[in-house]
């Protein structure tokens, strides 16, 4: 009898133990499907929101751009600092080189775009007509290639969908049709213009031929001042030896940077009162500061941050596989004289 109650204890303690254990398989089993279906709708949120974002990455237009010479004046290093600027703003996967003012190494800077399958390519070429192998080699890849600030070789025209920039025969014409108001139409000037072979040096060039056209102006001297402040304040120098007091009116200058190097050295000579500085476009807030103060008697304003963002916009769109509205597409670039130079907020140019 004893036995016999102790064995149905024991079978009692046994079941309970059993239950126990099963009911403690079960409980671990319920927590184990809890942390389980966790952790699948975690991962299920993580996938969705890699998935998202590779999404968002694939929908990102990649744009390939050559610049210039990115650190060589304060507008190309505006140009550049907002074209990365905005492209980041924009959602867009920018690659930008700056091949240091060398189209060598610019022609080899275009080739790697290419390798990168970029969507769209921008030049500004460093050289007008070595930049139309370049643009033909865009092309050839079947990518959209555009020309951004600065033309192109007529001869490369063929290869890009269209140009964003300044008119840079406009603008100086604006310039020097000013210098013709102010001065009269029998001034004797000099020039300095800009980078031999530079589309832009070449447009501003004619831009003041067209502006004085019809009147007695006369061009007396043309060299080029290269770009560089310092070698255009040497240029200026040269000329007001060559022509005393009385023999000249007015220096003609391709950009504000050689503007201000022709004044330090009209300054330097005493020759305000009778030589007039004149710059077929700017593109420096510092130098509406120059024109309000009488240094620079005019010039055209040209928005680096303008110009860029524009040229970023046409990129995405022609990596969309947009048309361009038209080939040739002109930025804004009001005259500032010391009249009009309060009137000119940062804003609108």
């Not at 089993?29 to 998202?52: I, L, M, N, Y």
């Not at 996967?93 to 060398?102: E, F, V, W």
Request: net charge negative; proline share 3%; glycine share 8%.
């Amino acid at each position: 009898m004893k036995k016999r109650v102790l064995g149905i204890i024991s079978a009692v303690l046994v079941g309970m133990m059993l239950a126990a254990g099963c009911g403690s398989k079960e409980s671990g089993s319920a927590d184990g499907q809890a942390a389980s279906s966790g952790t699948e709708e975690a991962q299920e949120q993580e996938t969705k929101e890699a998935e998202e974002e590779s999404a968002s990455s694939g929908n990102a237009k990649k744009i390939g751009m050559v610049v210039n010479y990115a650190g060589q004046d304060p507008y190309q290093t505006s140009y550049y600092d907002t074209m990365v600027s905005y492209a980041k703003e924009q959602g867009v996967d920018l690659q930008i080189l700056d091949p240091k003012g060398d189209s060598t190494t610019q022609a080899n800077q275009v080739q790697d775009l290419i390798n990168m399958k970029c969507d769209c390519i921008i030049i500004w070429p460093v050289n007008s007509e070595a930049a139309v192998a370049s643009a033909r080699a865009v092309t050839n890849a079947g990518i959209p290639c555009m020309t951004a600030n600065t033309r192109i070789s007529e001869a490369g025209e063929e290869f890009i969908e269209c140009h964003v920039g300044p008119s840079c025969v406009e603008e100086s014409k604006q310039t020097a049709q000013e210098m013709v108001k102010q001065l009269g139409e029998d001034a004797k000037i000099v020039e300095i213009s800009g980078p031999a072979g530079y589309s832009a040096a070449l447009e501003r060039t004619q831009g003041l031929q067209e502006g004085i056209e019809g009147t007695n102006i006369e061009i007396m001297d043309s060299q080029t001042g290269e770009g560089n402040r310092e070698k255009c304040q040497q240029i200026a120098e040269n000329y007001l030896v060559k022509y005393p007091k009385g023999q000249l009116d007015a220096i003609f200058v391709y950009d504000d940077n050689g503007a201000f190097g022709a004044y330090n050295a009209v300054e330097a000579a005493g020759r305000c009162d009778d030589v007039k500085i004149y710059a077929g476009a700017s593109g420096s807030y510092e130098t509406l500061d120059w024109v309000k103060d009488g240094k620079i008697a005019a010039t055209v304003m040209q928005s680096p941050y303008y110009d860029a963002e524009t040229a970023l916009d046409m990129a995405v769109k022609l990596a969309n596989g947009e048309a361009p509205d038209s080939f040739d597409n002109d930025i804004e670039t009001p005259l500032a004289t010391a009249e009009t130079v309060d009137m000119l907020e940062m804003e609108e140019w």
